[in-house]
């Protein structure tokens, strides 16, 4: 399905984020609101590409400028992206199994990392206190928990690198939405788009 509405409203927020006019909790209201669910598969996942671009965890709002500006490679891939939302082709690449188990492990891994580095404070407090007995049980319940947050974080990666792999077997990635460079010269018509976007040519790759 394509929804060229609502493609073209992330097209203007993506825009506006990338470069530095945009404020991440300003675009993570959108994405909850508008891309996150949107039955058309492109703009979940560009939308999702963009809510990677930074941090919700800051006690404050911040542009993708100065300190926290993007790399040009990264710039790149939303050019690409940028394009695509203005065309009408659906979105080709496979889509990840299960995303709401790739949530729940990121979810697991971070309780798991906090309550691991906690035991091992915990266990550096009770030594202090010359109680060793407390003090080793906690550090190895500590490793052990950080341990099992590294095999979460493992198979997350596993799952990850299987899912790209599908898709590079499909297309061509270093000019991921699109599958080909022909699918991207087909969409240079909107180009003139691109005058405040960034500047790398396209047209040339």
């Known amino acids: 399905m394509v929804d060229t509405e609502l493609r073209l409203r992330l097209a203007q927020d993506m825009r506006?984020?990338?470069t530095g006019r945009l404020s991440n909790d300003d675009f993570d209201d959108s994405y909850y609101d508008y891309y996150r669910d949107s039955k058309d598969p492109a703009v979940r996942v560009i939308?999702?590409?963009c809510w990677a671009l930074y941090s919700s965890d800051?006690?404050?709002p911040y542009y993708l400028?100065?300190?926290h500006e993007i790399g040009r490679e990264t710039k790149r891939t939303?050019?690409?992206a940028f394009l695509f939302l203005h065309t009408n082709r659906e979105y080709g690449y496979p889509l990840e199994?299960?995303?709401s188990g790739r949530i729940l492990r990121t979810f697991v891994q971070s309780i798991l990392v906090i309550l691991g580095t906690?035991?091992?404070v915990c266990a550096w407090l009770a030594f202090s206190c010359r109680d060793p007995d407390l003090g080793w049980l906690m550090t190895g319940t500590g490793i052990g928990v950080l341990g099992l947050s590294a095999a979460f974080w493992k198979l997350g990666r596993l799952a990850a690198n299987t899912h790209w792999q599908r898709a590079?077997?499909?297309g061509q990635l270093d000019v991921w939405p699109f599958l080909s460079r022909d699918a991207v010269a087909e969409a240079n018509g909107h180009l003139y788009l691109l005058e405040q976007f960034i500047p790398p040519t396209i047209s040339q790759t």
Do not use: H, P, S
Request: charge should be negative; glycine fraction near 8%; proline fraction near 0%.
């Open 16 to 18: 506006l984020l990338v």
């Open 47 to 49: 939308g999702e590409f």
């Open 58 to 60: 800051v006690l404050w």
């Open 65 to 67: 400028k100065g300190w």
């Open 78 to 80: 939303a050019t690409y």
């Open 97 to 99: 199994d299960d995303t």
């Open 118 to 120: 906690t035991l091992l």
């Open 168 to 170: 590079n077997a499909m």
